[in-house]
């Protein structure tokens, strides 16, 4: 039974960058909103489908096939038209004219963004999925294409560790992460990277050269440094540079793994997290909630509100940065 608050027509759309899993949460979404009873649309790409009339009907096979693809059948964009008010009216007439009275938005803290905007202006409720591979929304332990961009890292680093060894070489590999450094983390602790370099803590690039002058010394200078992308000190070539003009003896690469991190099959993990997650969006939504959030923190589903989920980061535990600090020494 659905309640008085409840939506009869929904929409659904990923919009911003896109993450491997996207399409596991559109079909969970489509399913379950078909299996609720609700009418079902997908909006091409992101807000600017939604401005431009780029909407269709969806039904339970025009979403079969495509659990286990990265990116996303809907198509994904960035537009400048919805952050005015003048493009988010067209928007909602074009939603309007179809009876859709609730969202679905799958994205990062840009889109949850826009869709409290939205819903502002024309007071129609949103339920945001956390779709990025940064990991980098408060409100939930995990978010749709963490696991398979940072599996992904994994994968790389551990063939240029090979030829990393074979050489005795010093190589620096950057990863994705503008102001998050999770995927920095969790793949320098997974491929046992020495140095971790990361936006959330002050990058110490005096004592990088020390430990690696010790180590050049003892002629071992192998050494594996992952660096994000947003990292303080710079990204790769940053660090590469500072490191030859200290130590020009060492035999240094650069690699910057860069858009191999969005794409490919999600992995077990994202393919579940999306599935609860697209469930749970249909069911916030017949259940009156709305500007919220869907988060899995222990397993279990959390809401918070899309305002909060933008303004607070998830903050890296101090516990990993200790455990790294051991681990690599
Ligand atoms: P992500 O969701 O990956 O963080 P973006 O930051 O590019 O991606 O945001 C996606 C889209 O959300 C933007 O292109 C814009 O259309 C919309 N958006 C972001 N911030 C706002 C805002 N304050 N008001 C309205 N729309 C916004």
Redesign the pocket.
Same mark, same amino acid.
């Given at each position: 039974m659905t309640n008085k608050n409840s939506v009869t027509n929904i929409g659904v759309l990923t919009? %911003? %960058?896109d993450s491997p899993g996207m399409n596991a949460a559109i079909r969970a979404v489509v399913r379950t909103g078909i299996y609720r009873g609700l009418g079902v649309y997908g909006i091409m790409r %992101?807000?600017?489908g939604m401005i431009d009339d780029e909407i269709i009907k969806m039904d339970s096979r025009s979403v079969a096939n495509i659990i286990q693809r990265g990116g996303t059948i809907l198509k994904t964009? $960035?537009?400048?038209e #919805?952050?005015e008010f003048s493009g $988010?009216e067209k928007a909602y007439n074009n939603l309007k004219k179809r009876g859709i009275d609730g969202l679905v938005i799958i %994205?990062?803290?840009?889109? #949850? $963004?826009?869709a409290q905007? #939205?819903s502002k202006d024309f007071d129609i409720p949103c339920i945001g999925l956390p779709g990025?591979i940064d990991k980098d929304i408060a409100g939930s332990d995990t978010t749709i294409g963490f696991d398979t961009a940072v599996n992904t890292a994994v994968q790389a680093i551990d063939k240029i560790r090979d030829t990393m060894d074979a050489h005795d070489r010093l190589f620096i590999v950057e990863v994705m992460g503008r102001d998050a450094g999770y995927i920095a983390l969790h793949s320098g602790i997974a491929t046992g990277a020495e140095n971790i370099l990361i936006p959330e803590t002050k990058t110490d690039m005096e004592e990088i050269i020390c430990s690696l002058t010790e180590k050049e010394k003892r002629k071992k200078l192998v050494n594996l440094i992952v660096v994000a992308e947003g990292d303080d000190f710079g990204g790769a070539n940053n660090v590469a540079k500072a490191i030859k003009e200290r130590i020009p003896t060492a035999d240094t690469r650069v690699c910057v793994l860069g858009h191999i991190q969005r794409g490919g099959s999600p992995t077990c993990q994202d393919r579940l997290i999306a599935s609860h997650m697209g469930f749970y969006a249909v069911e916030s939504l017949l259940s009156g909630k709305r500007n919220v959030m869907v988060g899995v923190i222990n397993n279990k589903i959390y809401y918070t509100p899309l305002d909060e989920a933008v303004k607070q980061k998830q903050k890296i535990g101090q516990e990993w940065m200790k455990i790294v600090k051991i681990l690599t020494s």
């Open positions: 919009s %911003g %960058g %992101g807000y600017a964009a $960035r537009s400048k #919805f952050l $988010r %994205g990062g803290d840009g889109s #949850f $963004r826009g905007q #939205f990025t």
